[in-house]
């Protein structure tokens, strides 16, 4: 008996209200079903909670994002789950890490299925903490952030790298970057910007007060954990998101994710082009 193999699929996640990527997906399906290539499209709301539930559980063998970089976050939470290549393409104002759009889109998708486009395994963030006794395990692409919650109080906040006490931060909040994330809320606090490819993670203080304002970079290998060392309560805030509240004495640890997301490119366009394309844009 002779199996038949299972059809690739390819989802085309398109921002709200951007016509041009929904045409773009539209044309680009038609010809790619007429390879034997299975199509479906989202056209994802702005809202991060209606977001994450057009997307929980759809499947398909590579991720397409047609939208700026918070589209893109969305779909990659989906991709890294899921063990599959994501492409991102821009149609927002800035995209540091996203590329243009060729006018010829399913060439480059056919060689992504066949093994024979460009990947880059990029790190993410595992982050664990305890909420209402609890434990949670959160999966993080650009950043986790333990924020104040008091409009003009800073929050308190010991850093801790391995087990050994670091710093104890008085400030707005305390961001923990991948290198793909260092543009991002990280390069808005100050902090370095890294090379997707690179091992680390990046811990940056925003707006400290009388302490320490430059950023530390970690190996990948290592941990760091926040602690709530003041009165003042603080959030966890990941991707933008807020997923917890974090009261006095509770911690949240941070390290890289044992998986790697695994990004597609069209091109071969070194990431140093395509960041300070993103630099110049935002400039504009």
Known sequence: MQWMMAMPEVLFVVAEGRPAAMELAERTSGILRDRAVACSTVDLVGDPALAAEQLDGMHSDLIVSLGGDGTFLRCARLAHQLDIPILGLNFGR??????????????????????????????????HFNHEGQARDVVVINEATIERTLPGHTVRVKAS??????????????????????????????????????????????????????????????????????????????????????????????????????????????????LRAGLRQSHE
């Open 94 to 127: 800035v995209g540091y890490l996203l590329e243009h759009p060729p006018s010829d889109l399913a060439g480059p998708i056919s060689d992504i299925l066949d093994g024979r486009g460009h990947l880059e395994e990029r790190s993410v963030i595992s982050l």
């Open 161 to 274: 790298v391995d087990g050994n006490s670091f710093l104890e931060y008085a400030a707005d909040g305390v961001v923990v970057a991948s290198p793909m994330g260092s543009t991002a809320y990280n390069l808005s606090a100050g902090g370095p910007i890294v090379m997707p490819q690179l091992d680390v993670l990046i811990v940056t203080p925003v707006a400290p007060h009388l302490t320490v304002d430059r950023s530390l970079v970690v190996d990948g290998s290592q941990s760091i954990e926040l602690t709530i060392s003041g009165e003042r309560p603080a959030i966890c805030v990941v991707d933008g998101v807020g997923i917890a509240n974090v009261d006095h004495g509770e911690s949240v640890v941070i390290r890289r994710h044992e998986r790697r997301l695994r990004v597609a490119s069209v091109a071969q366009t070194p990431a140093v082009s395509r």
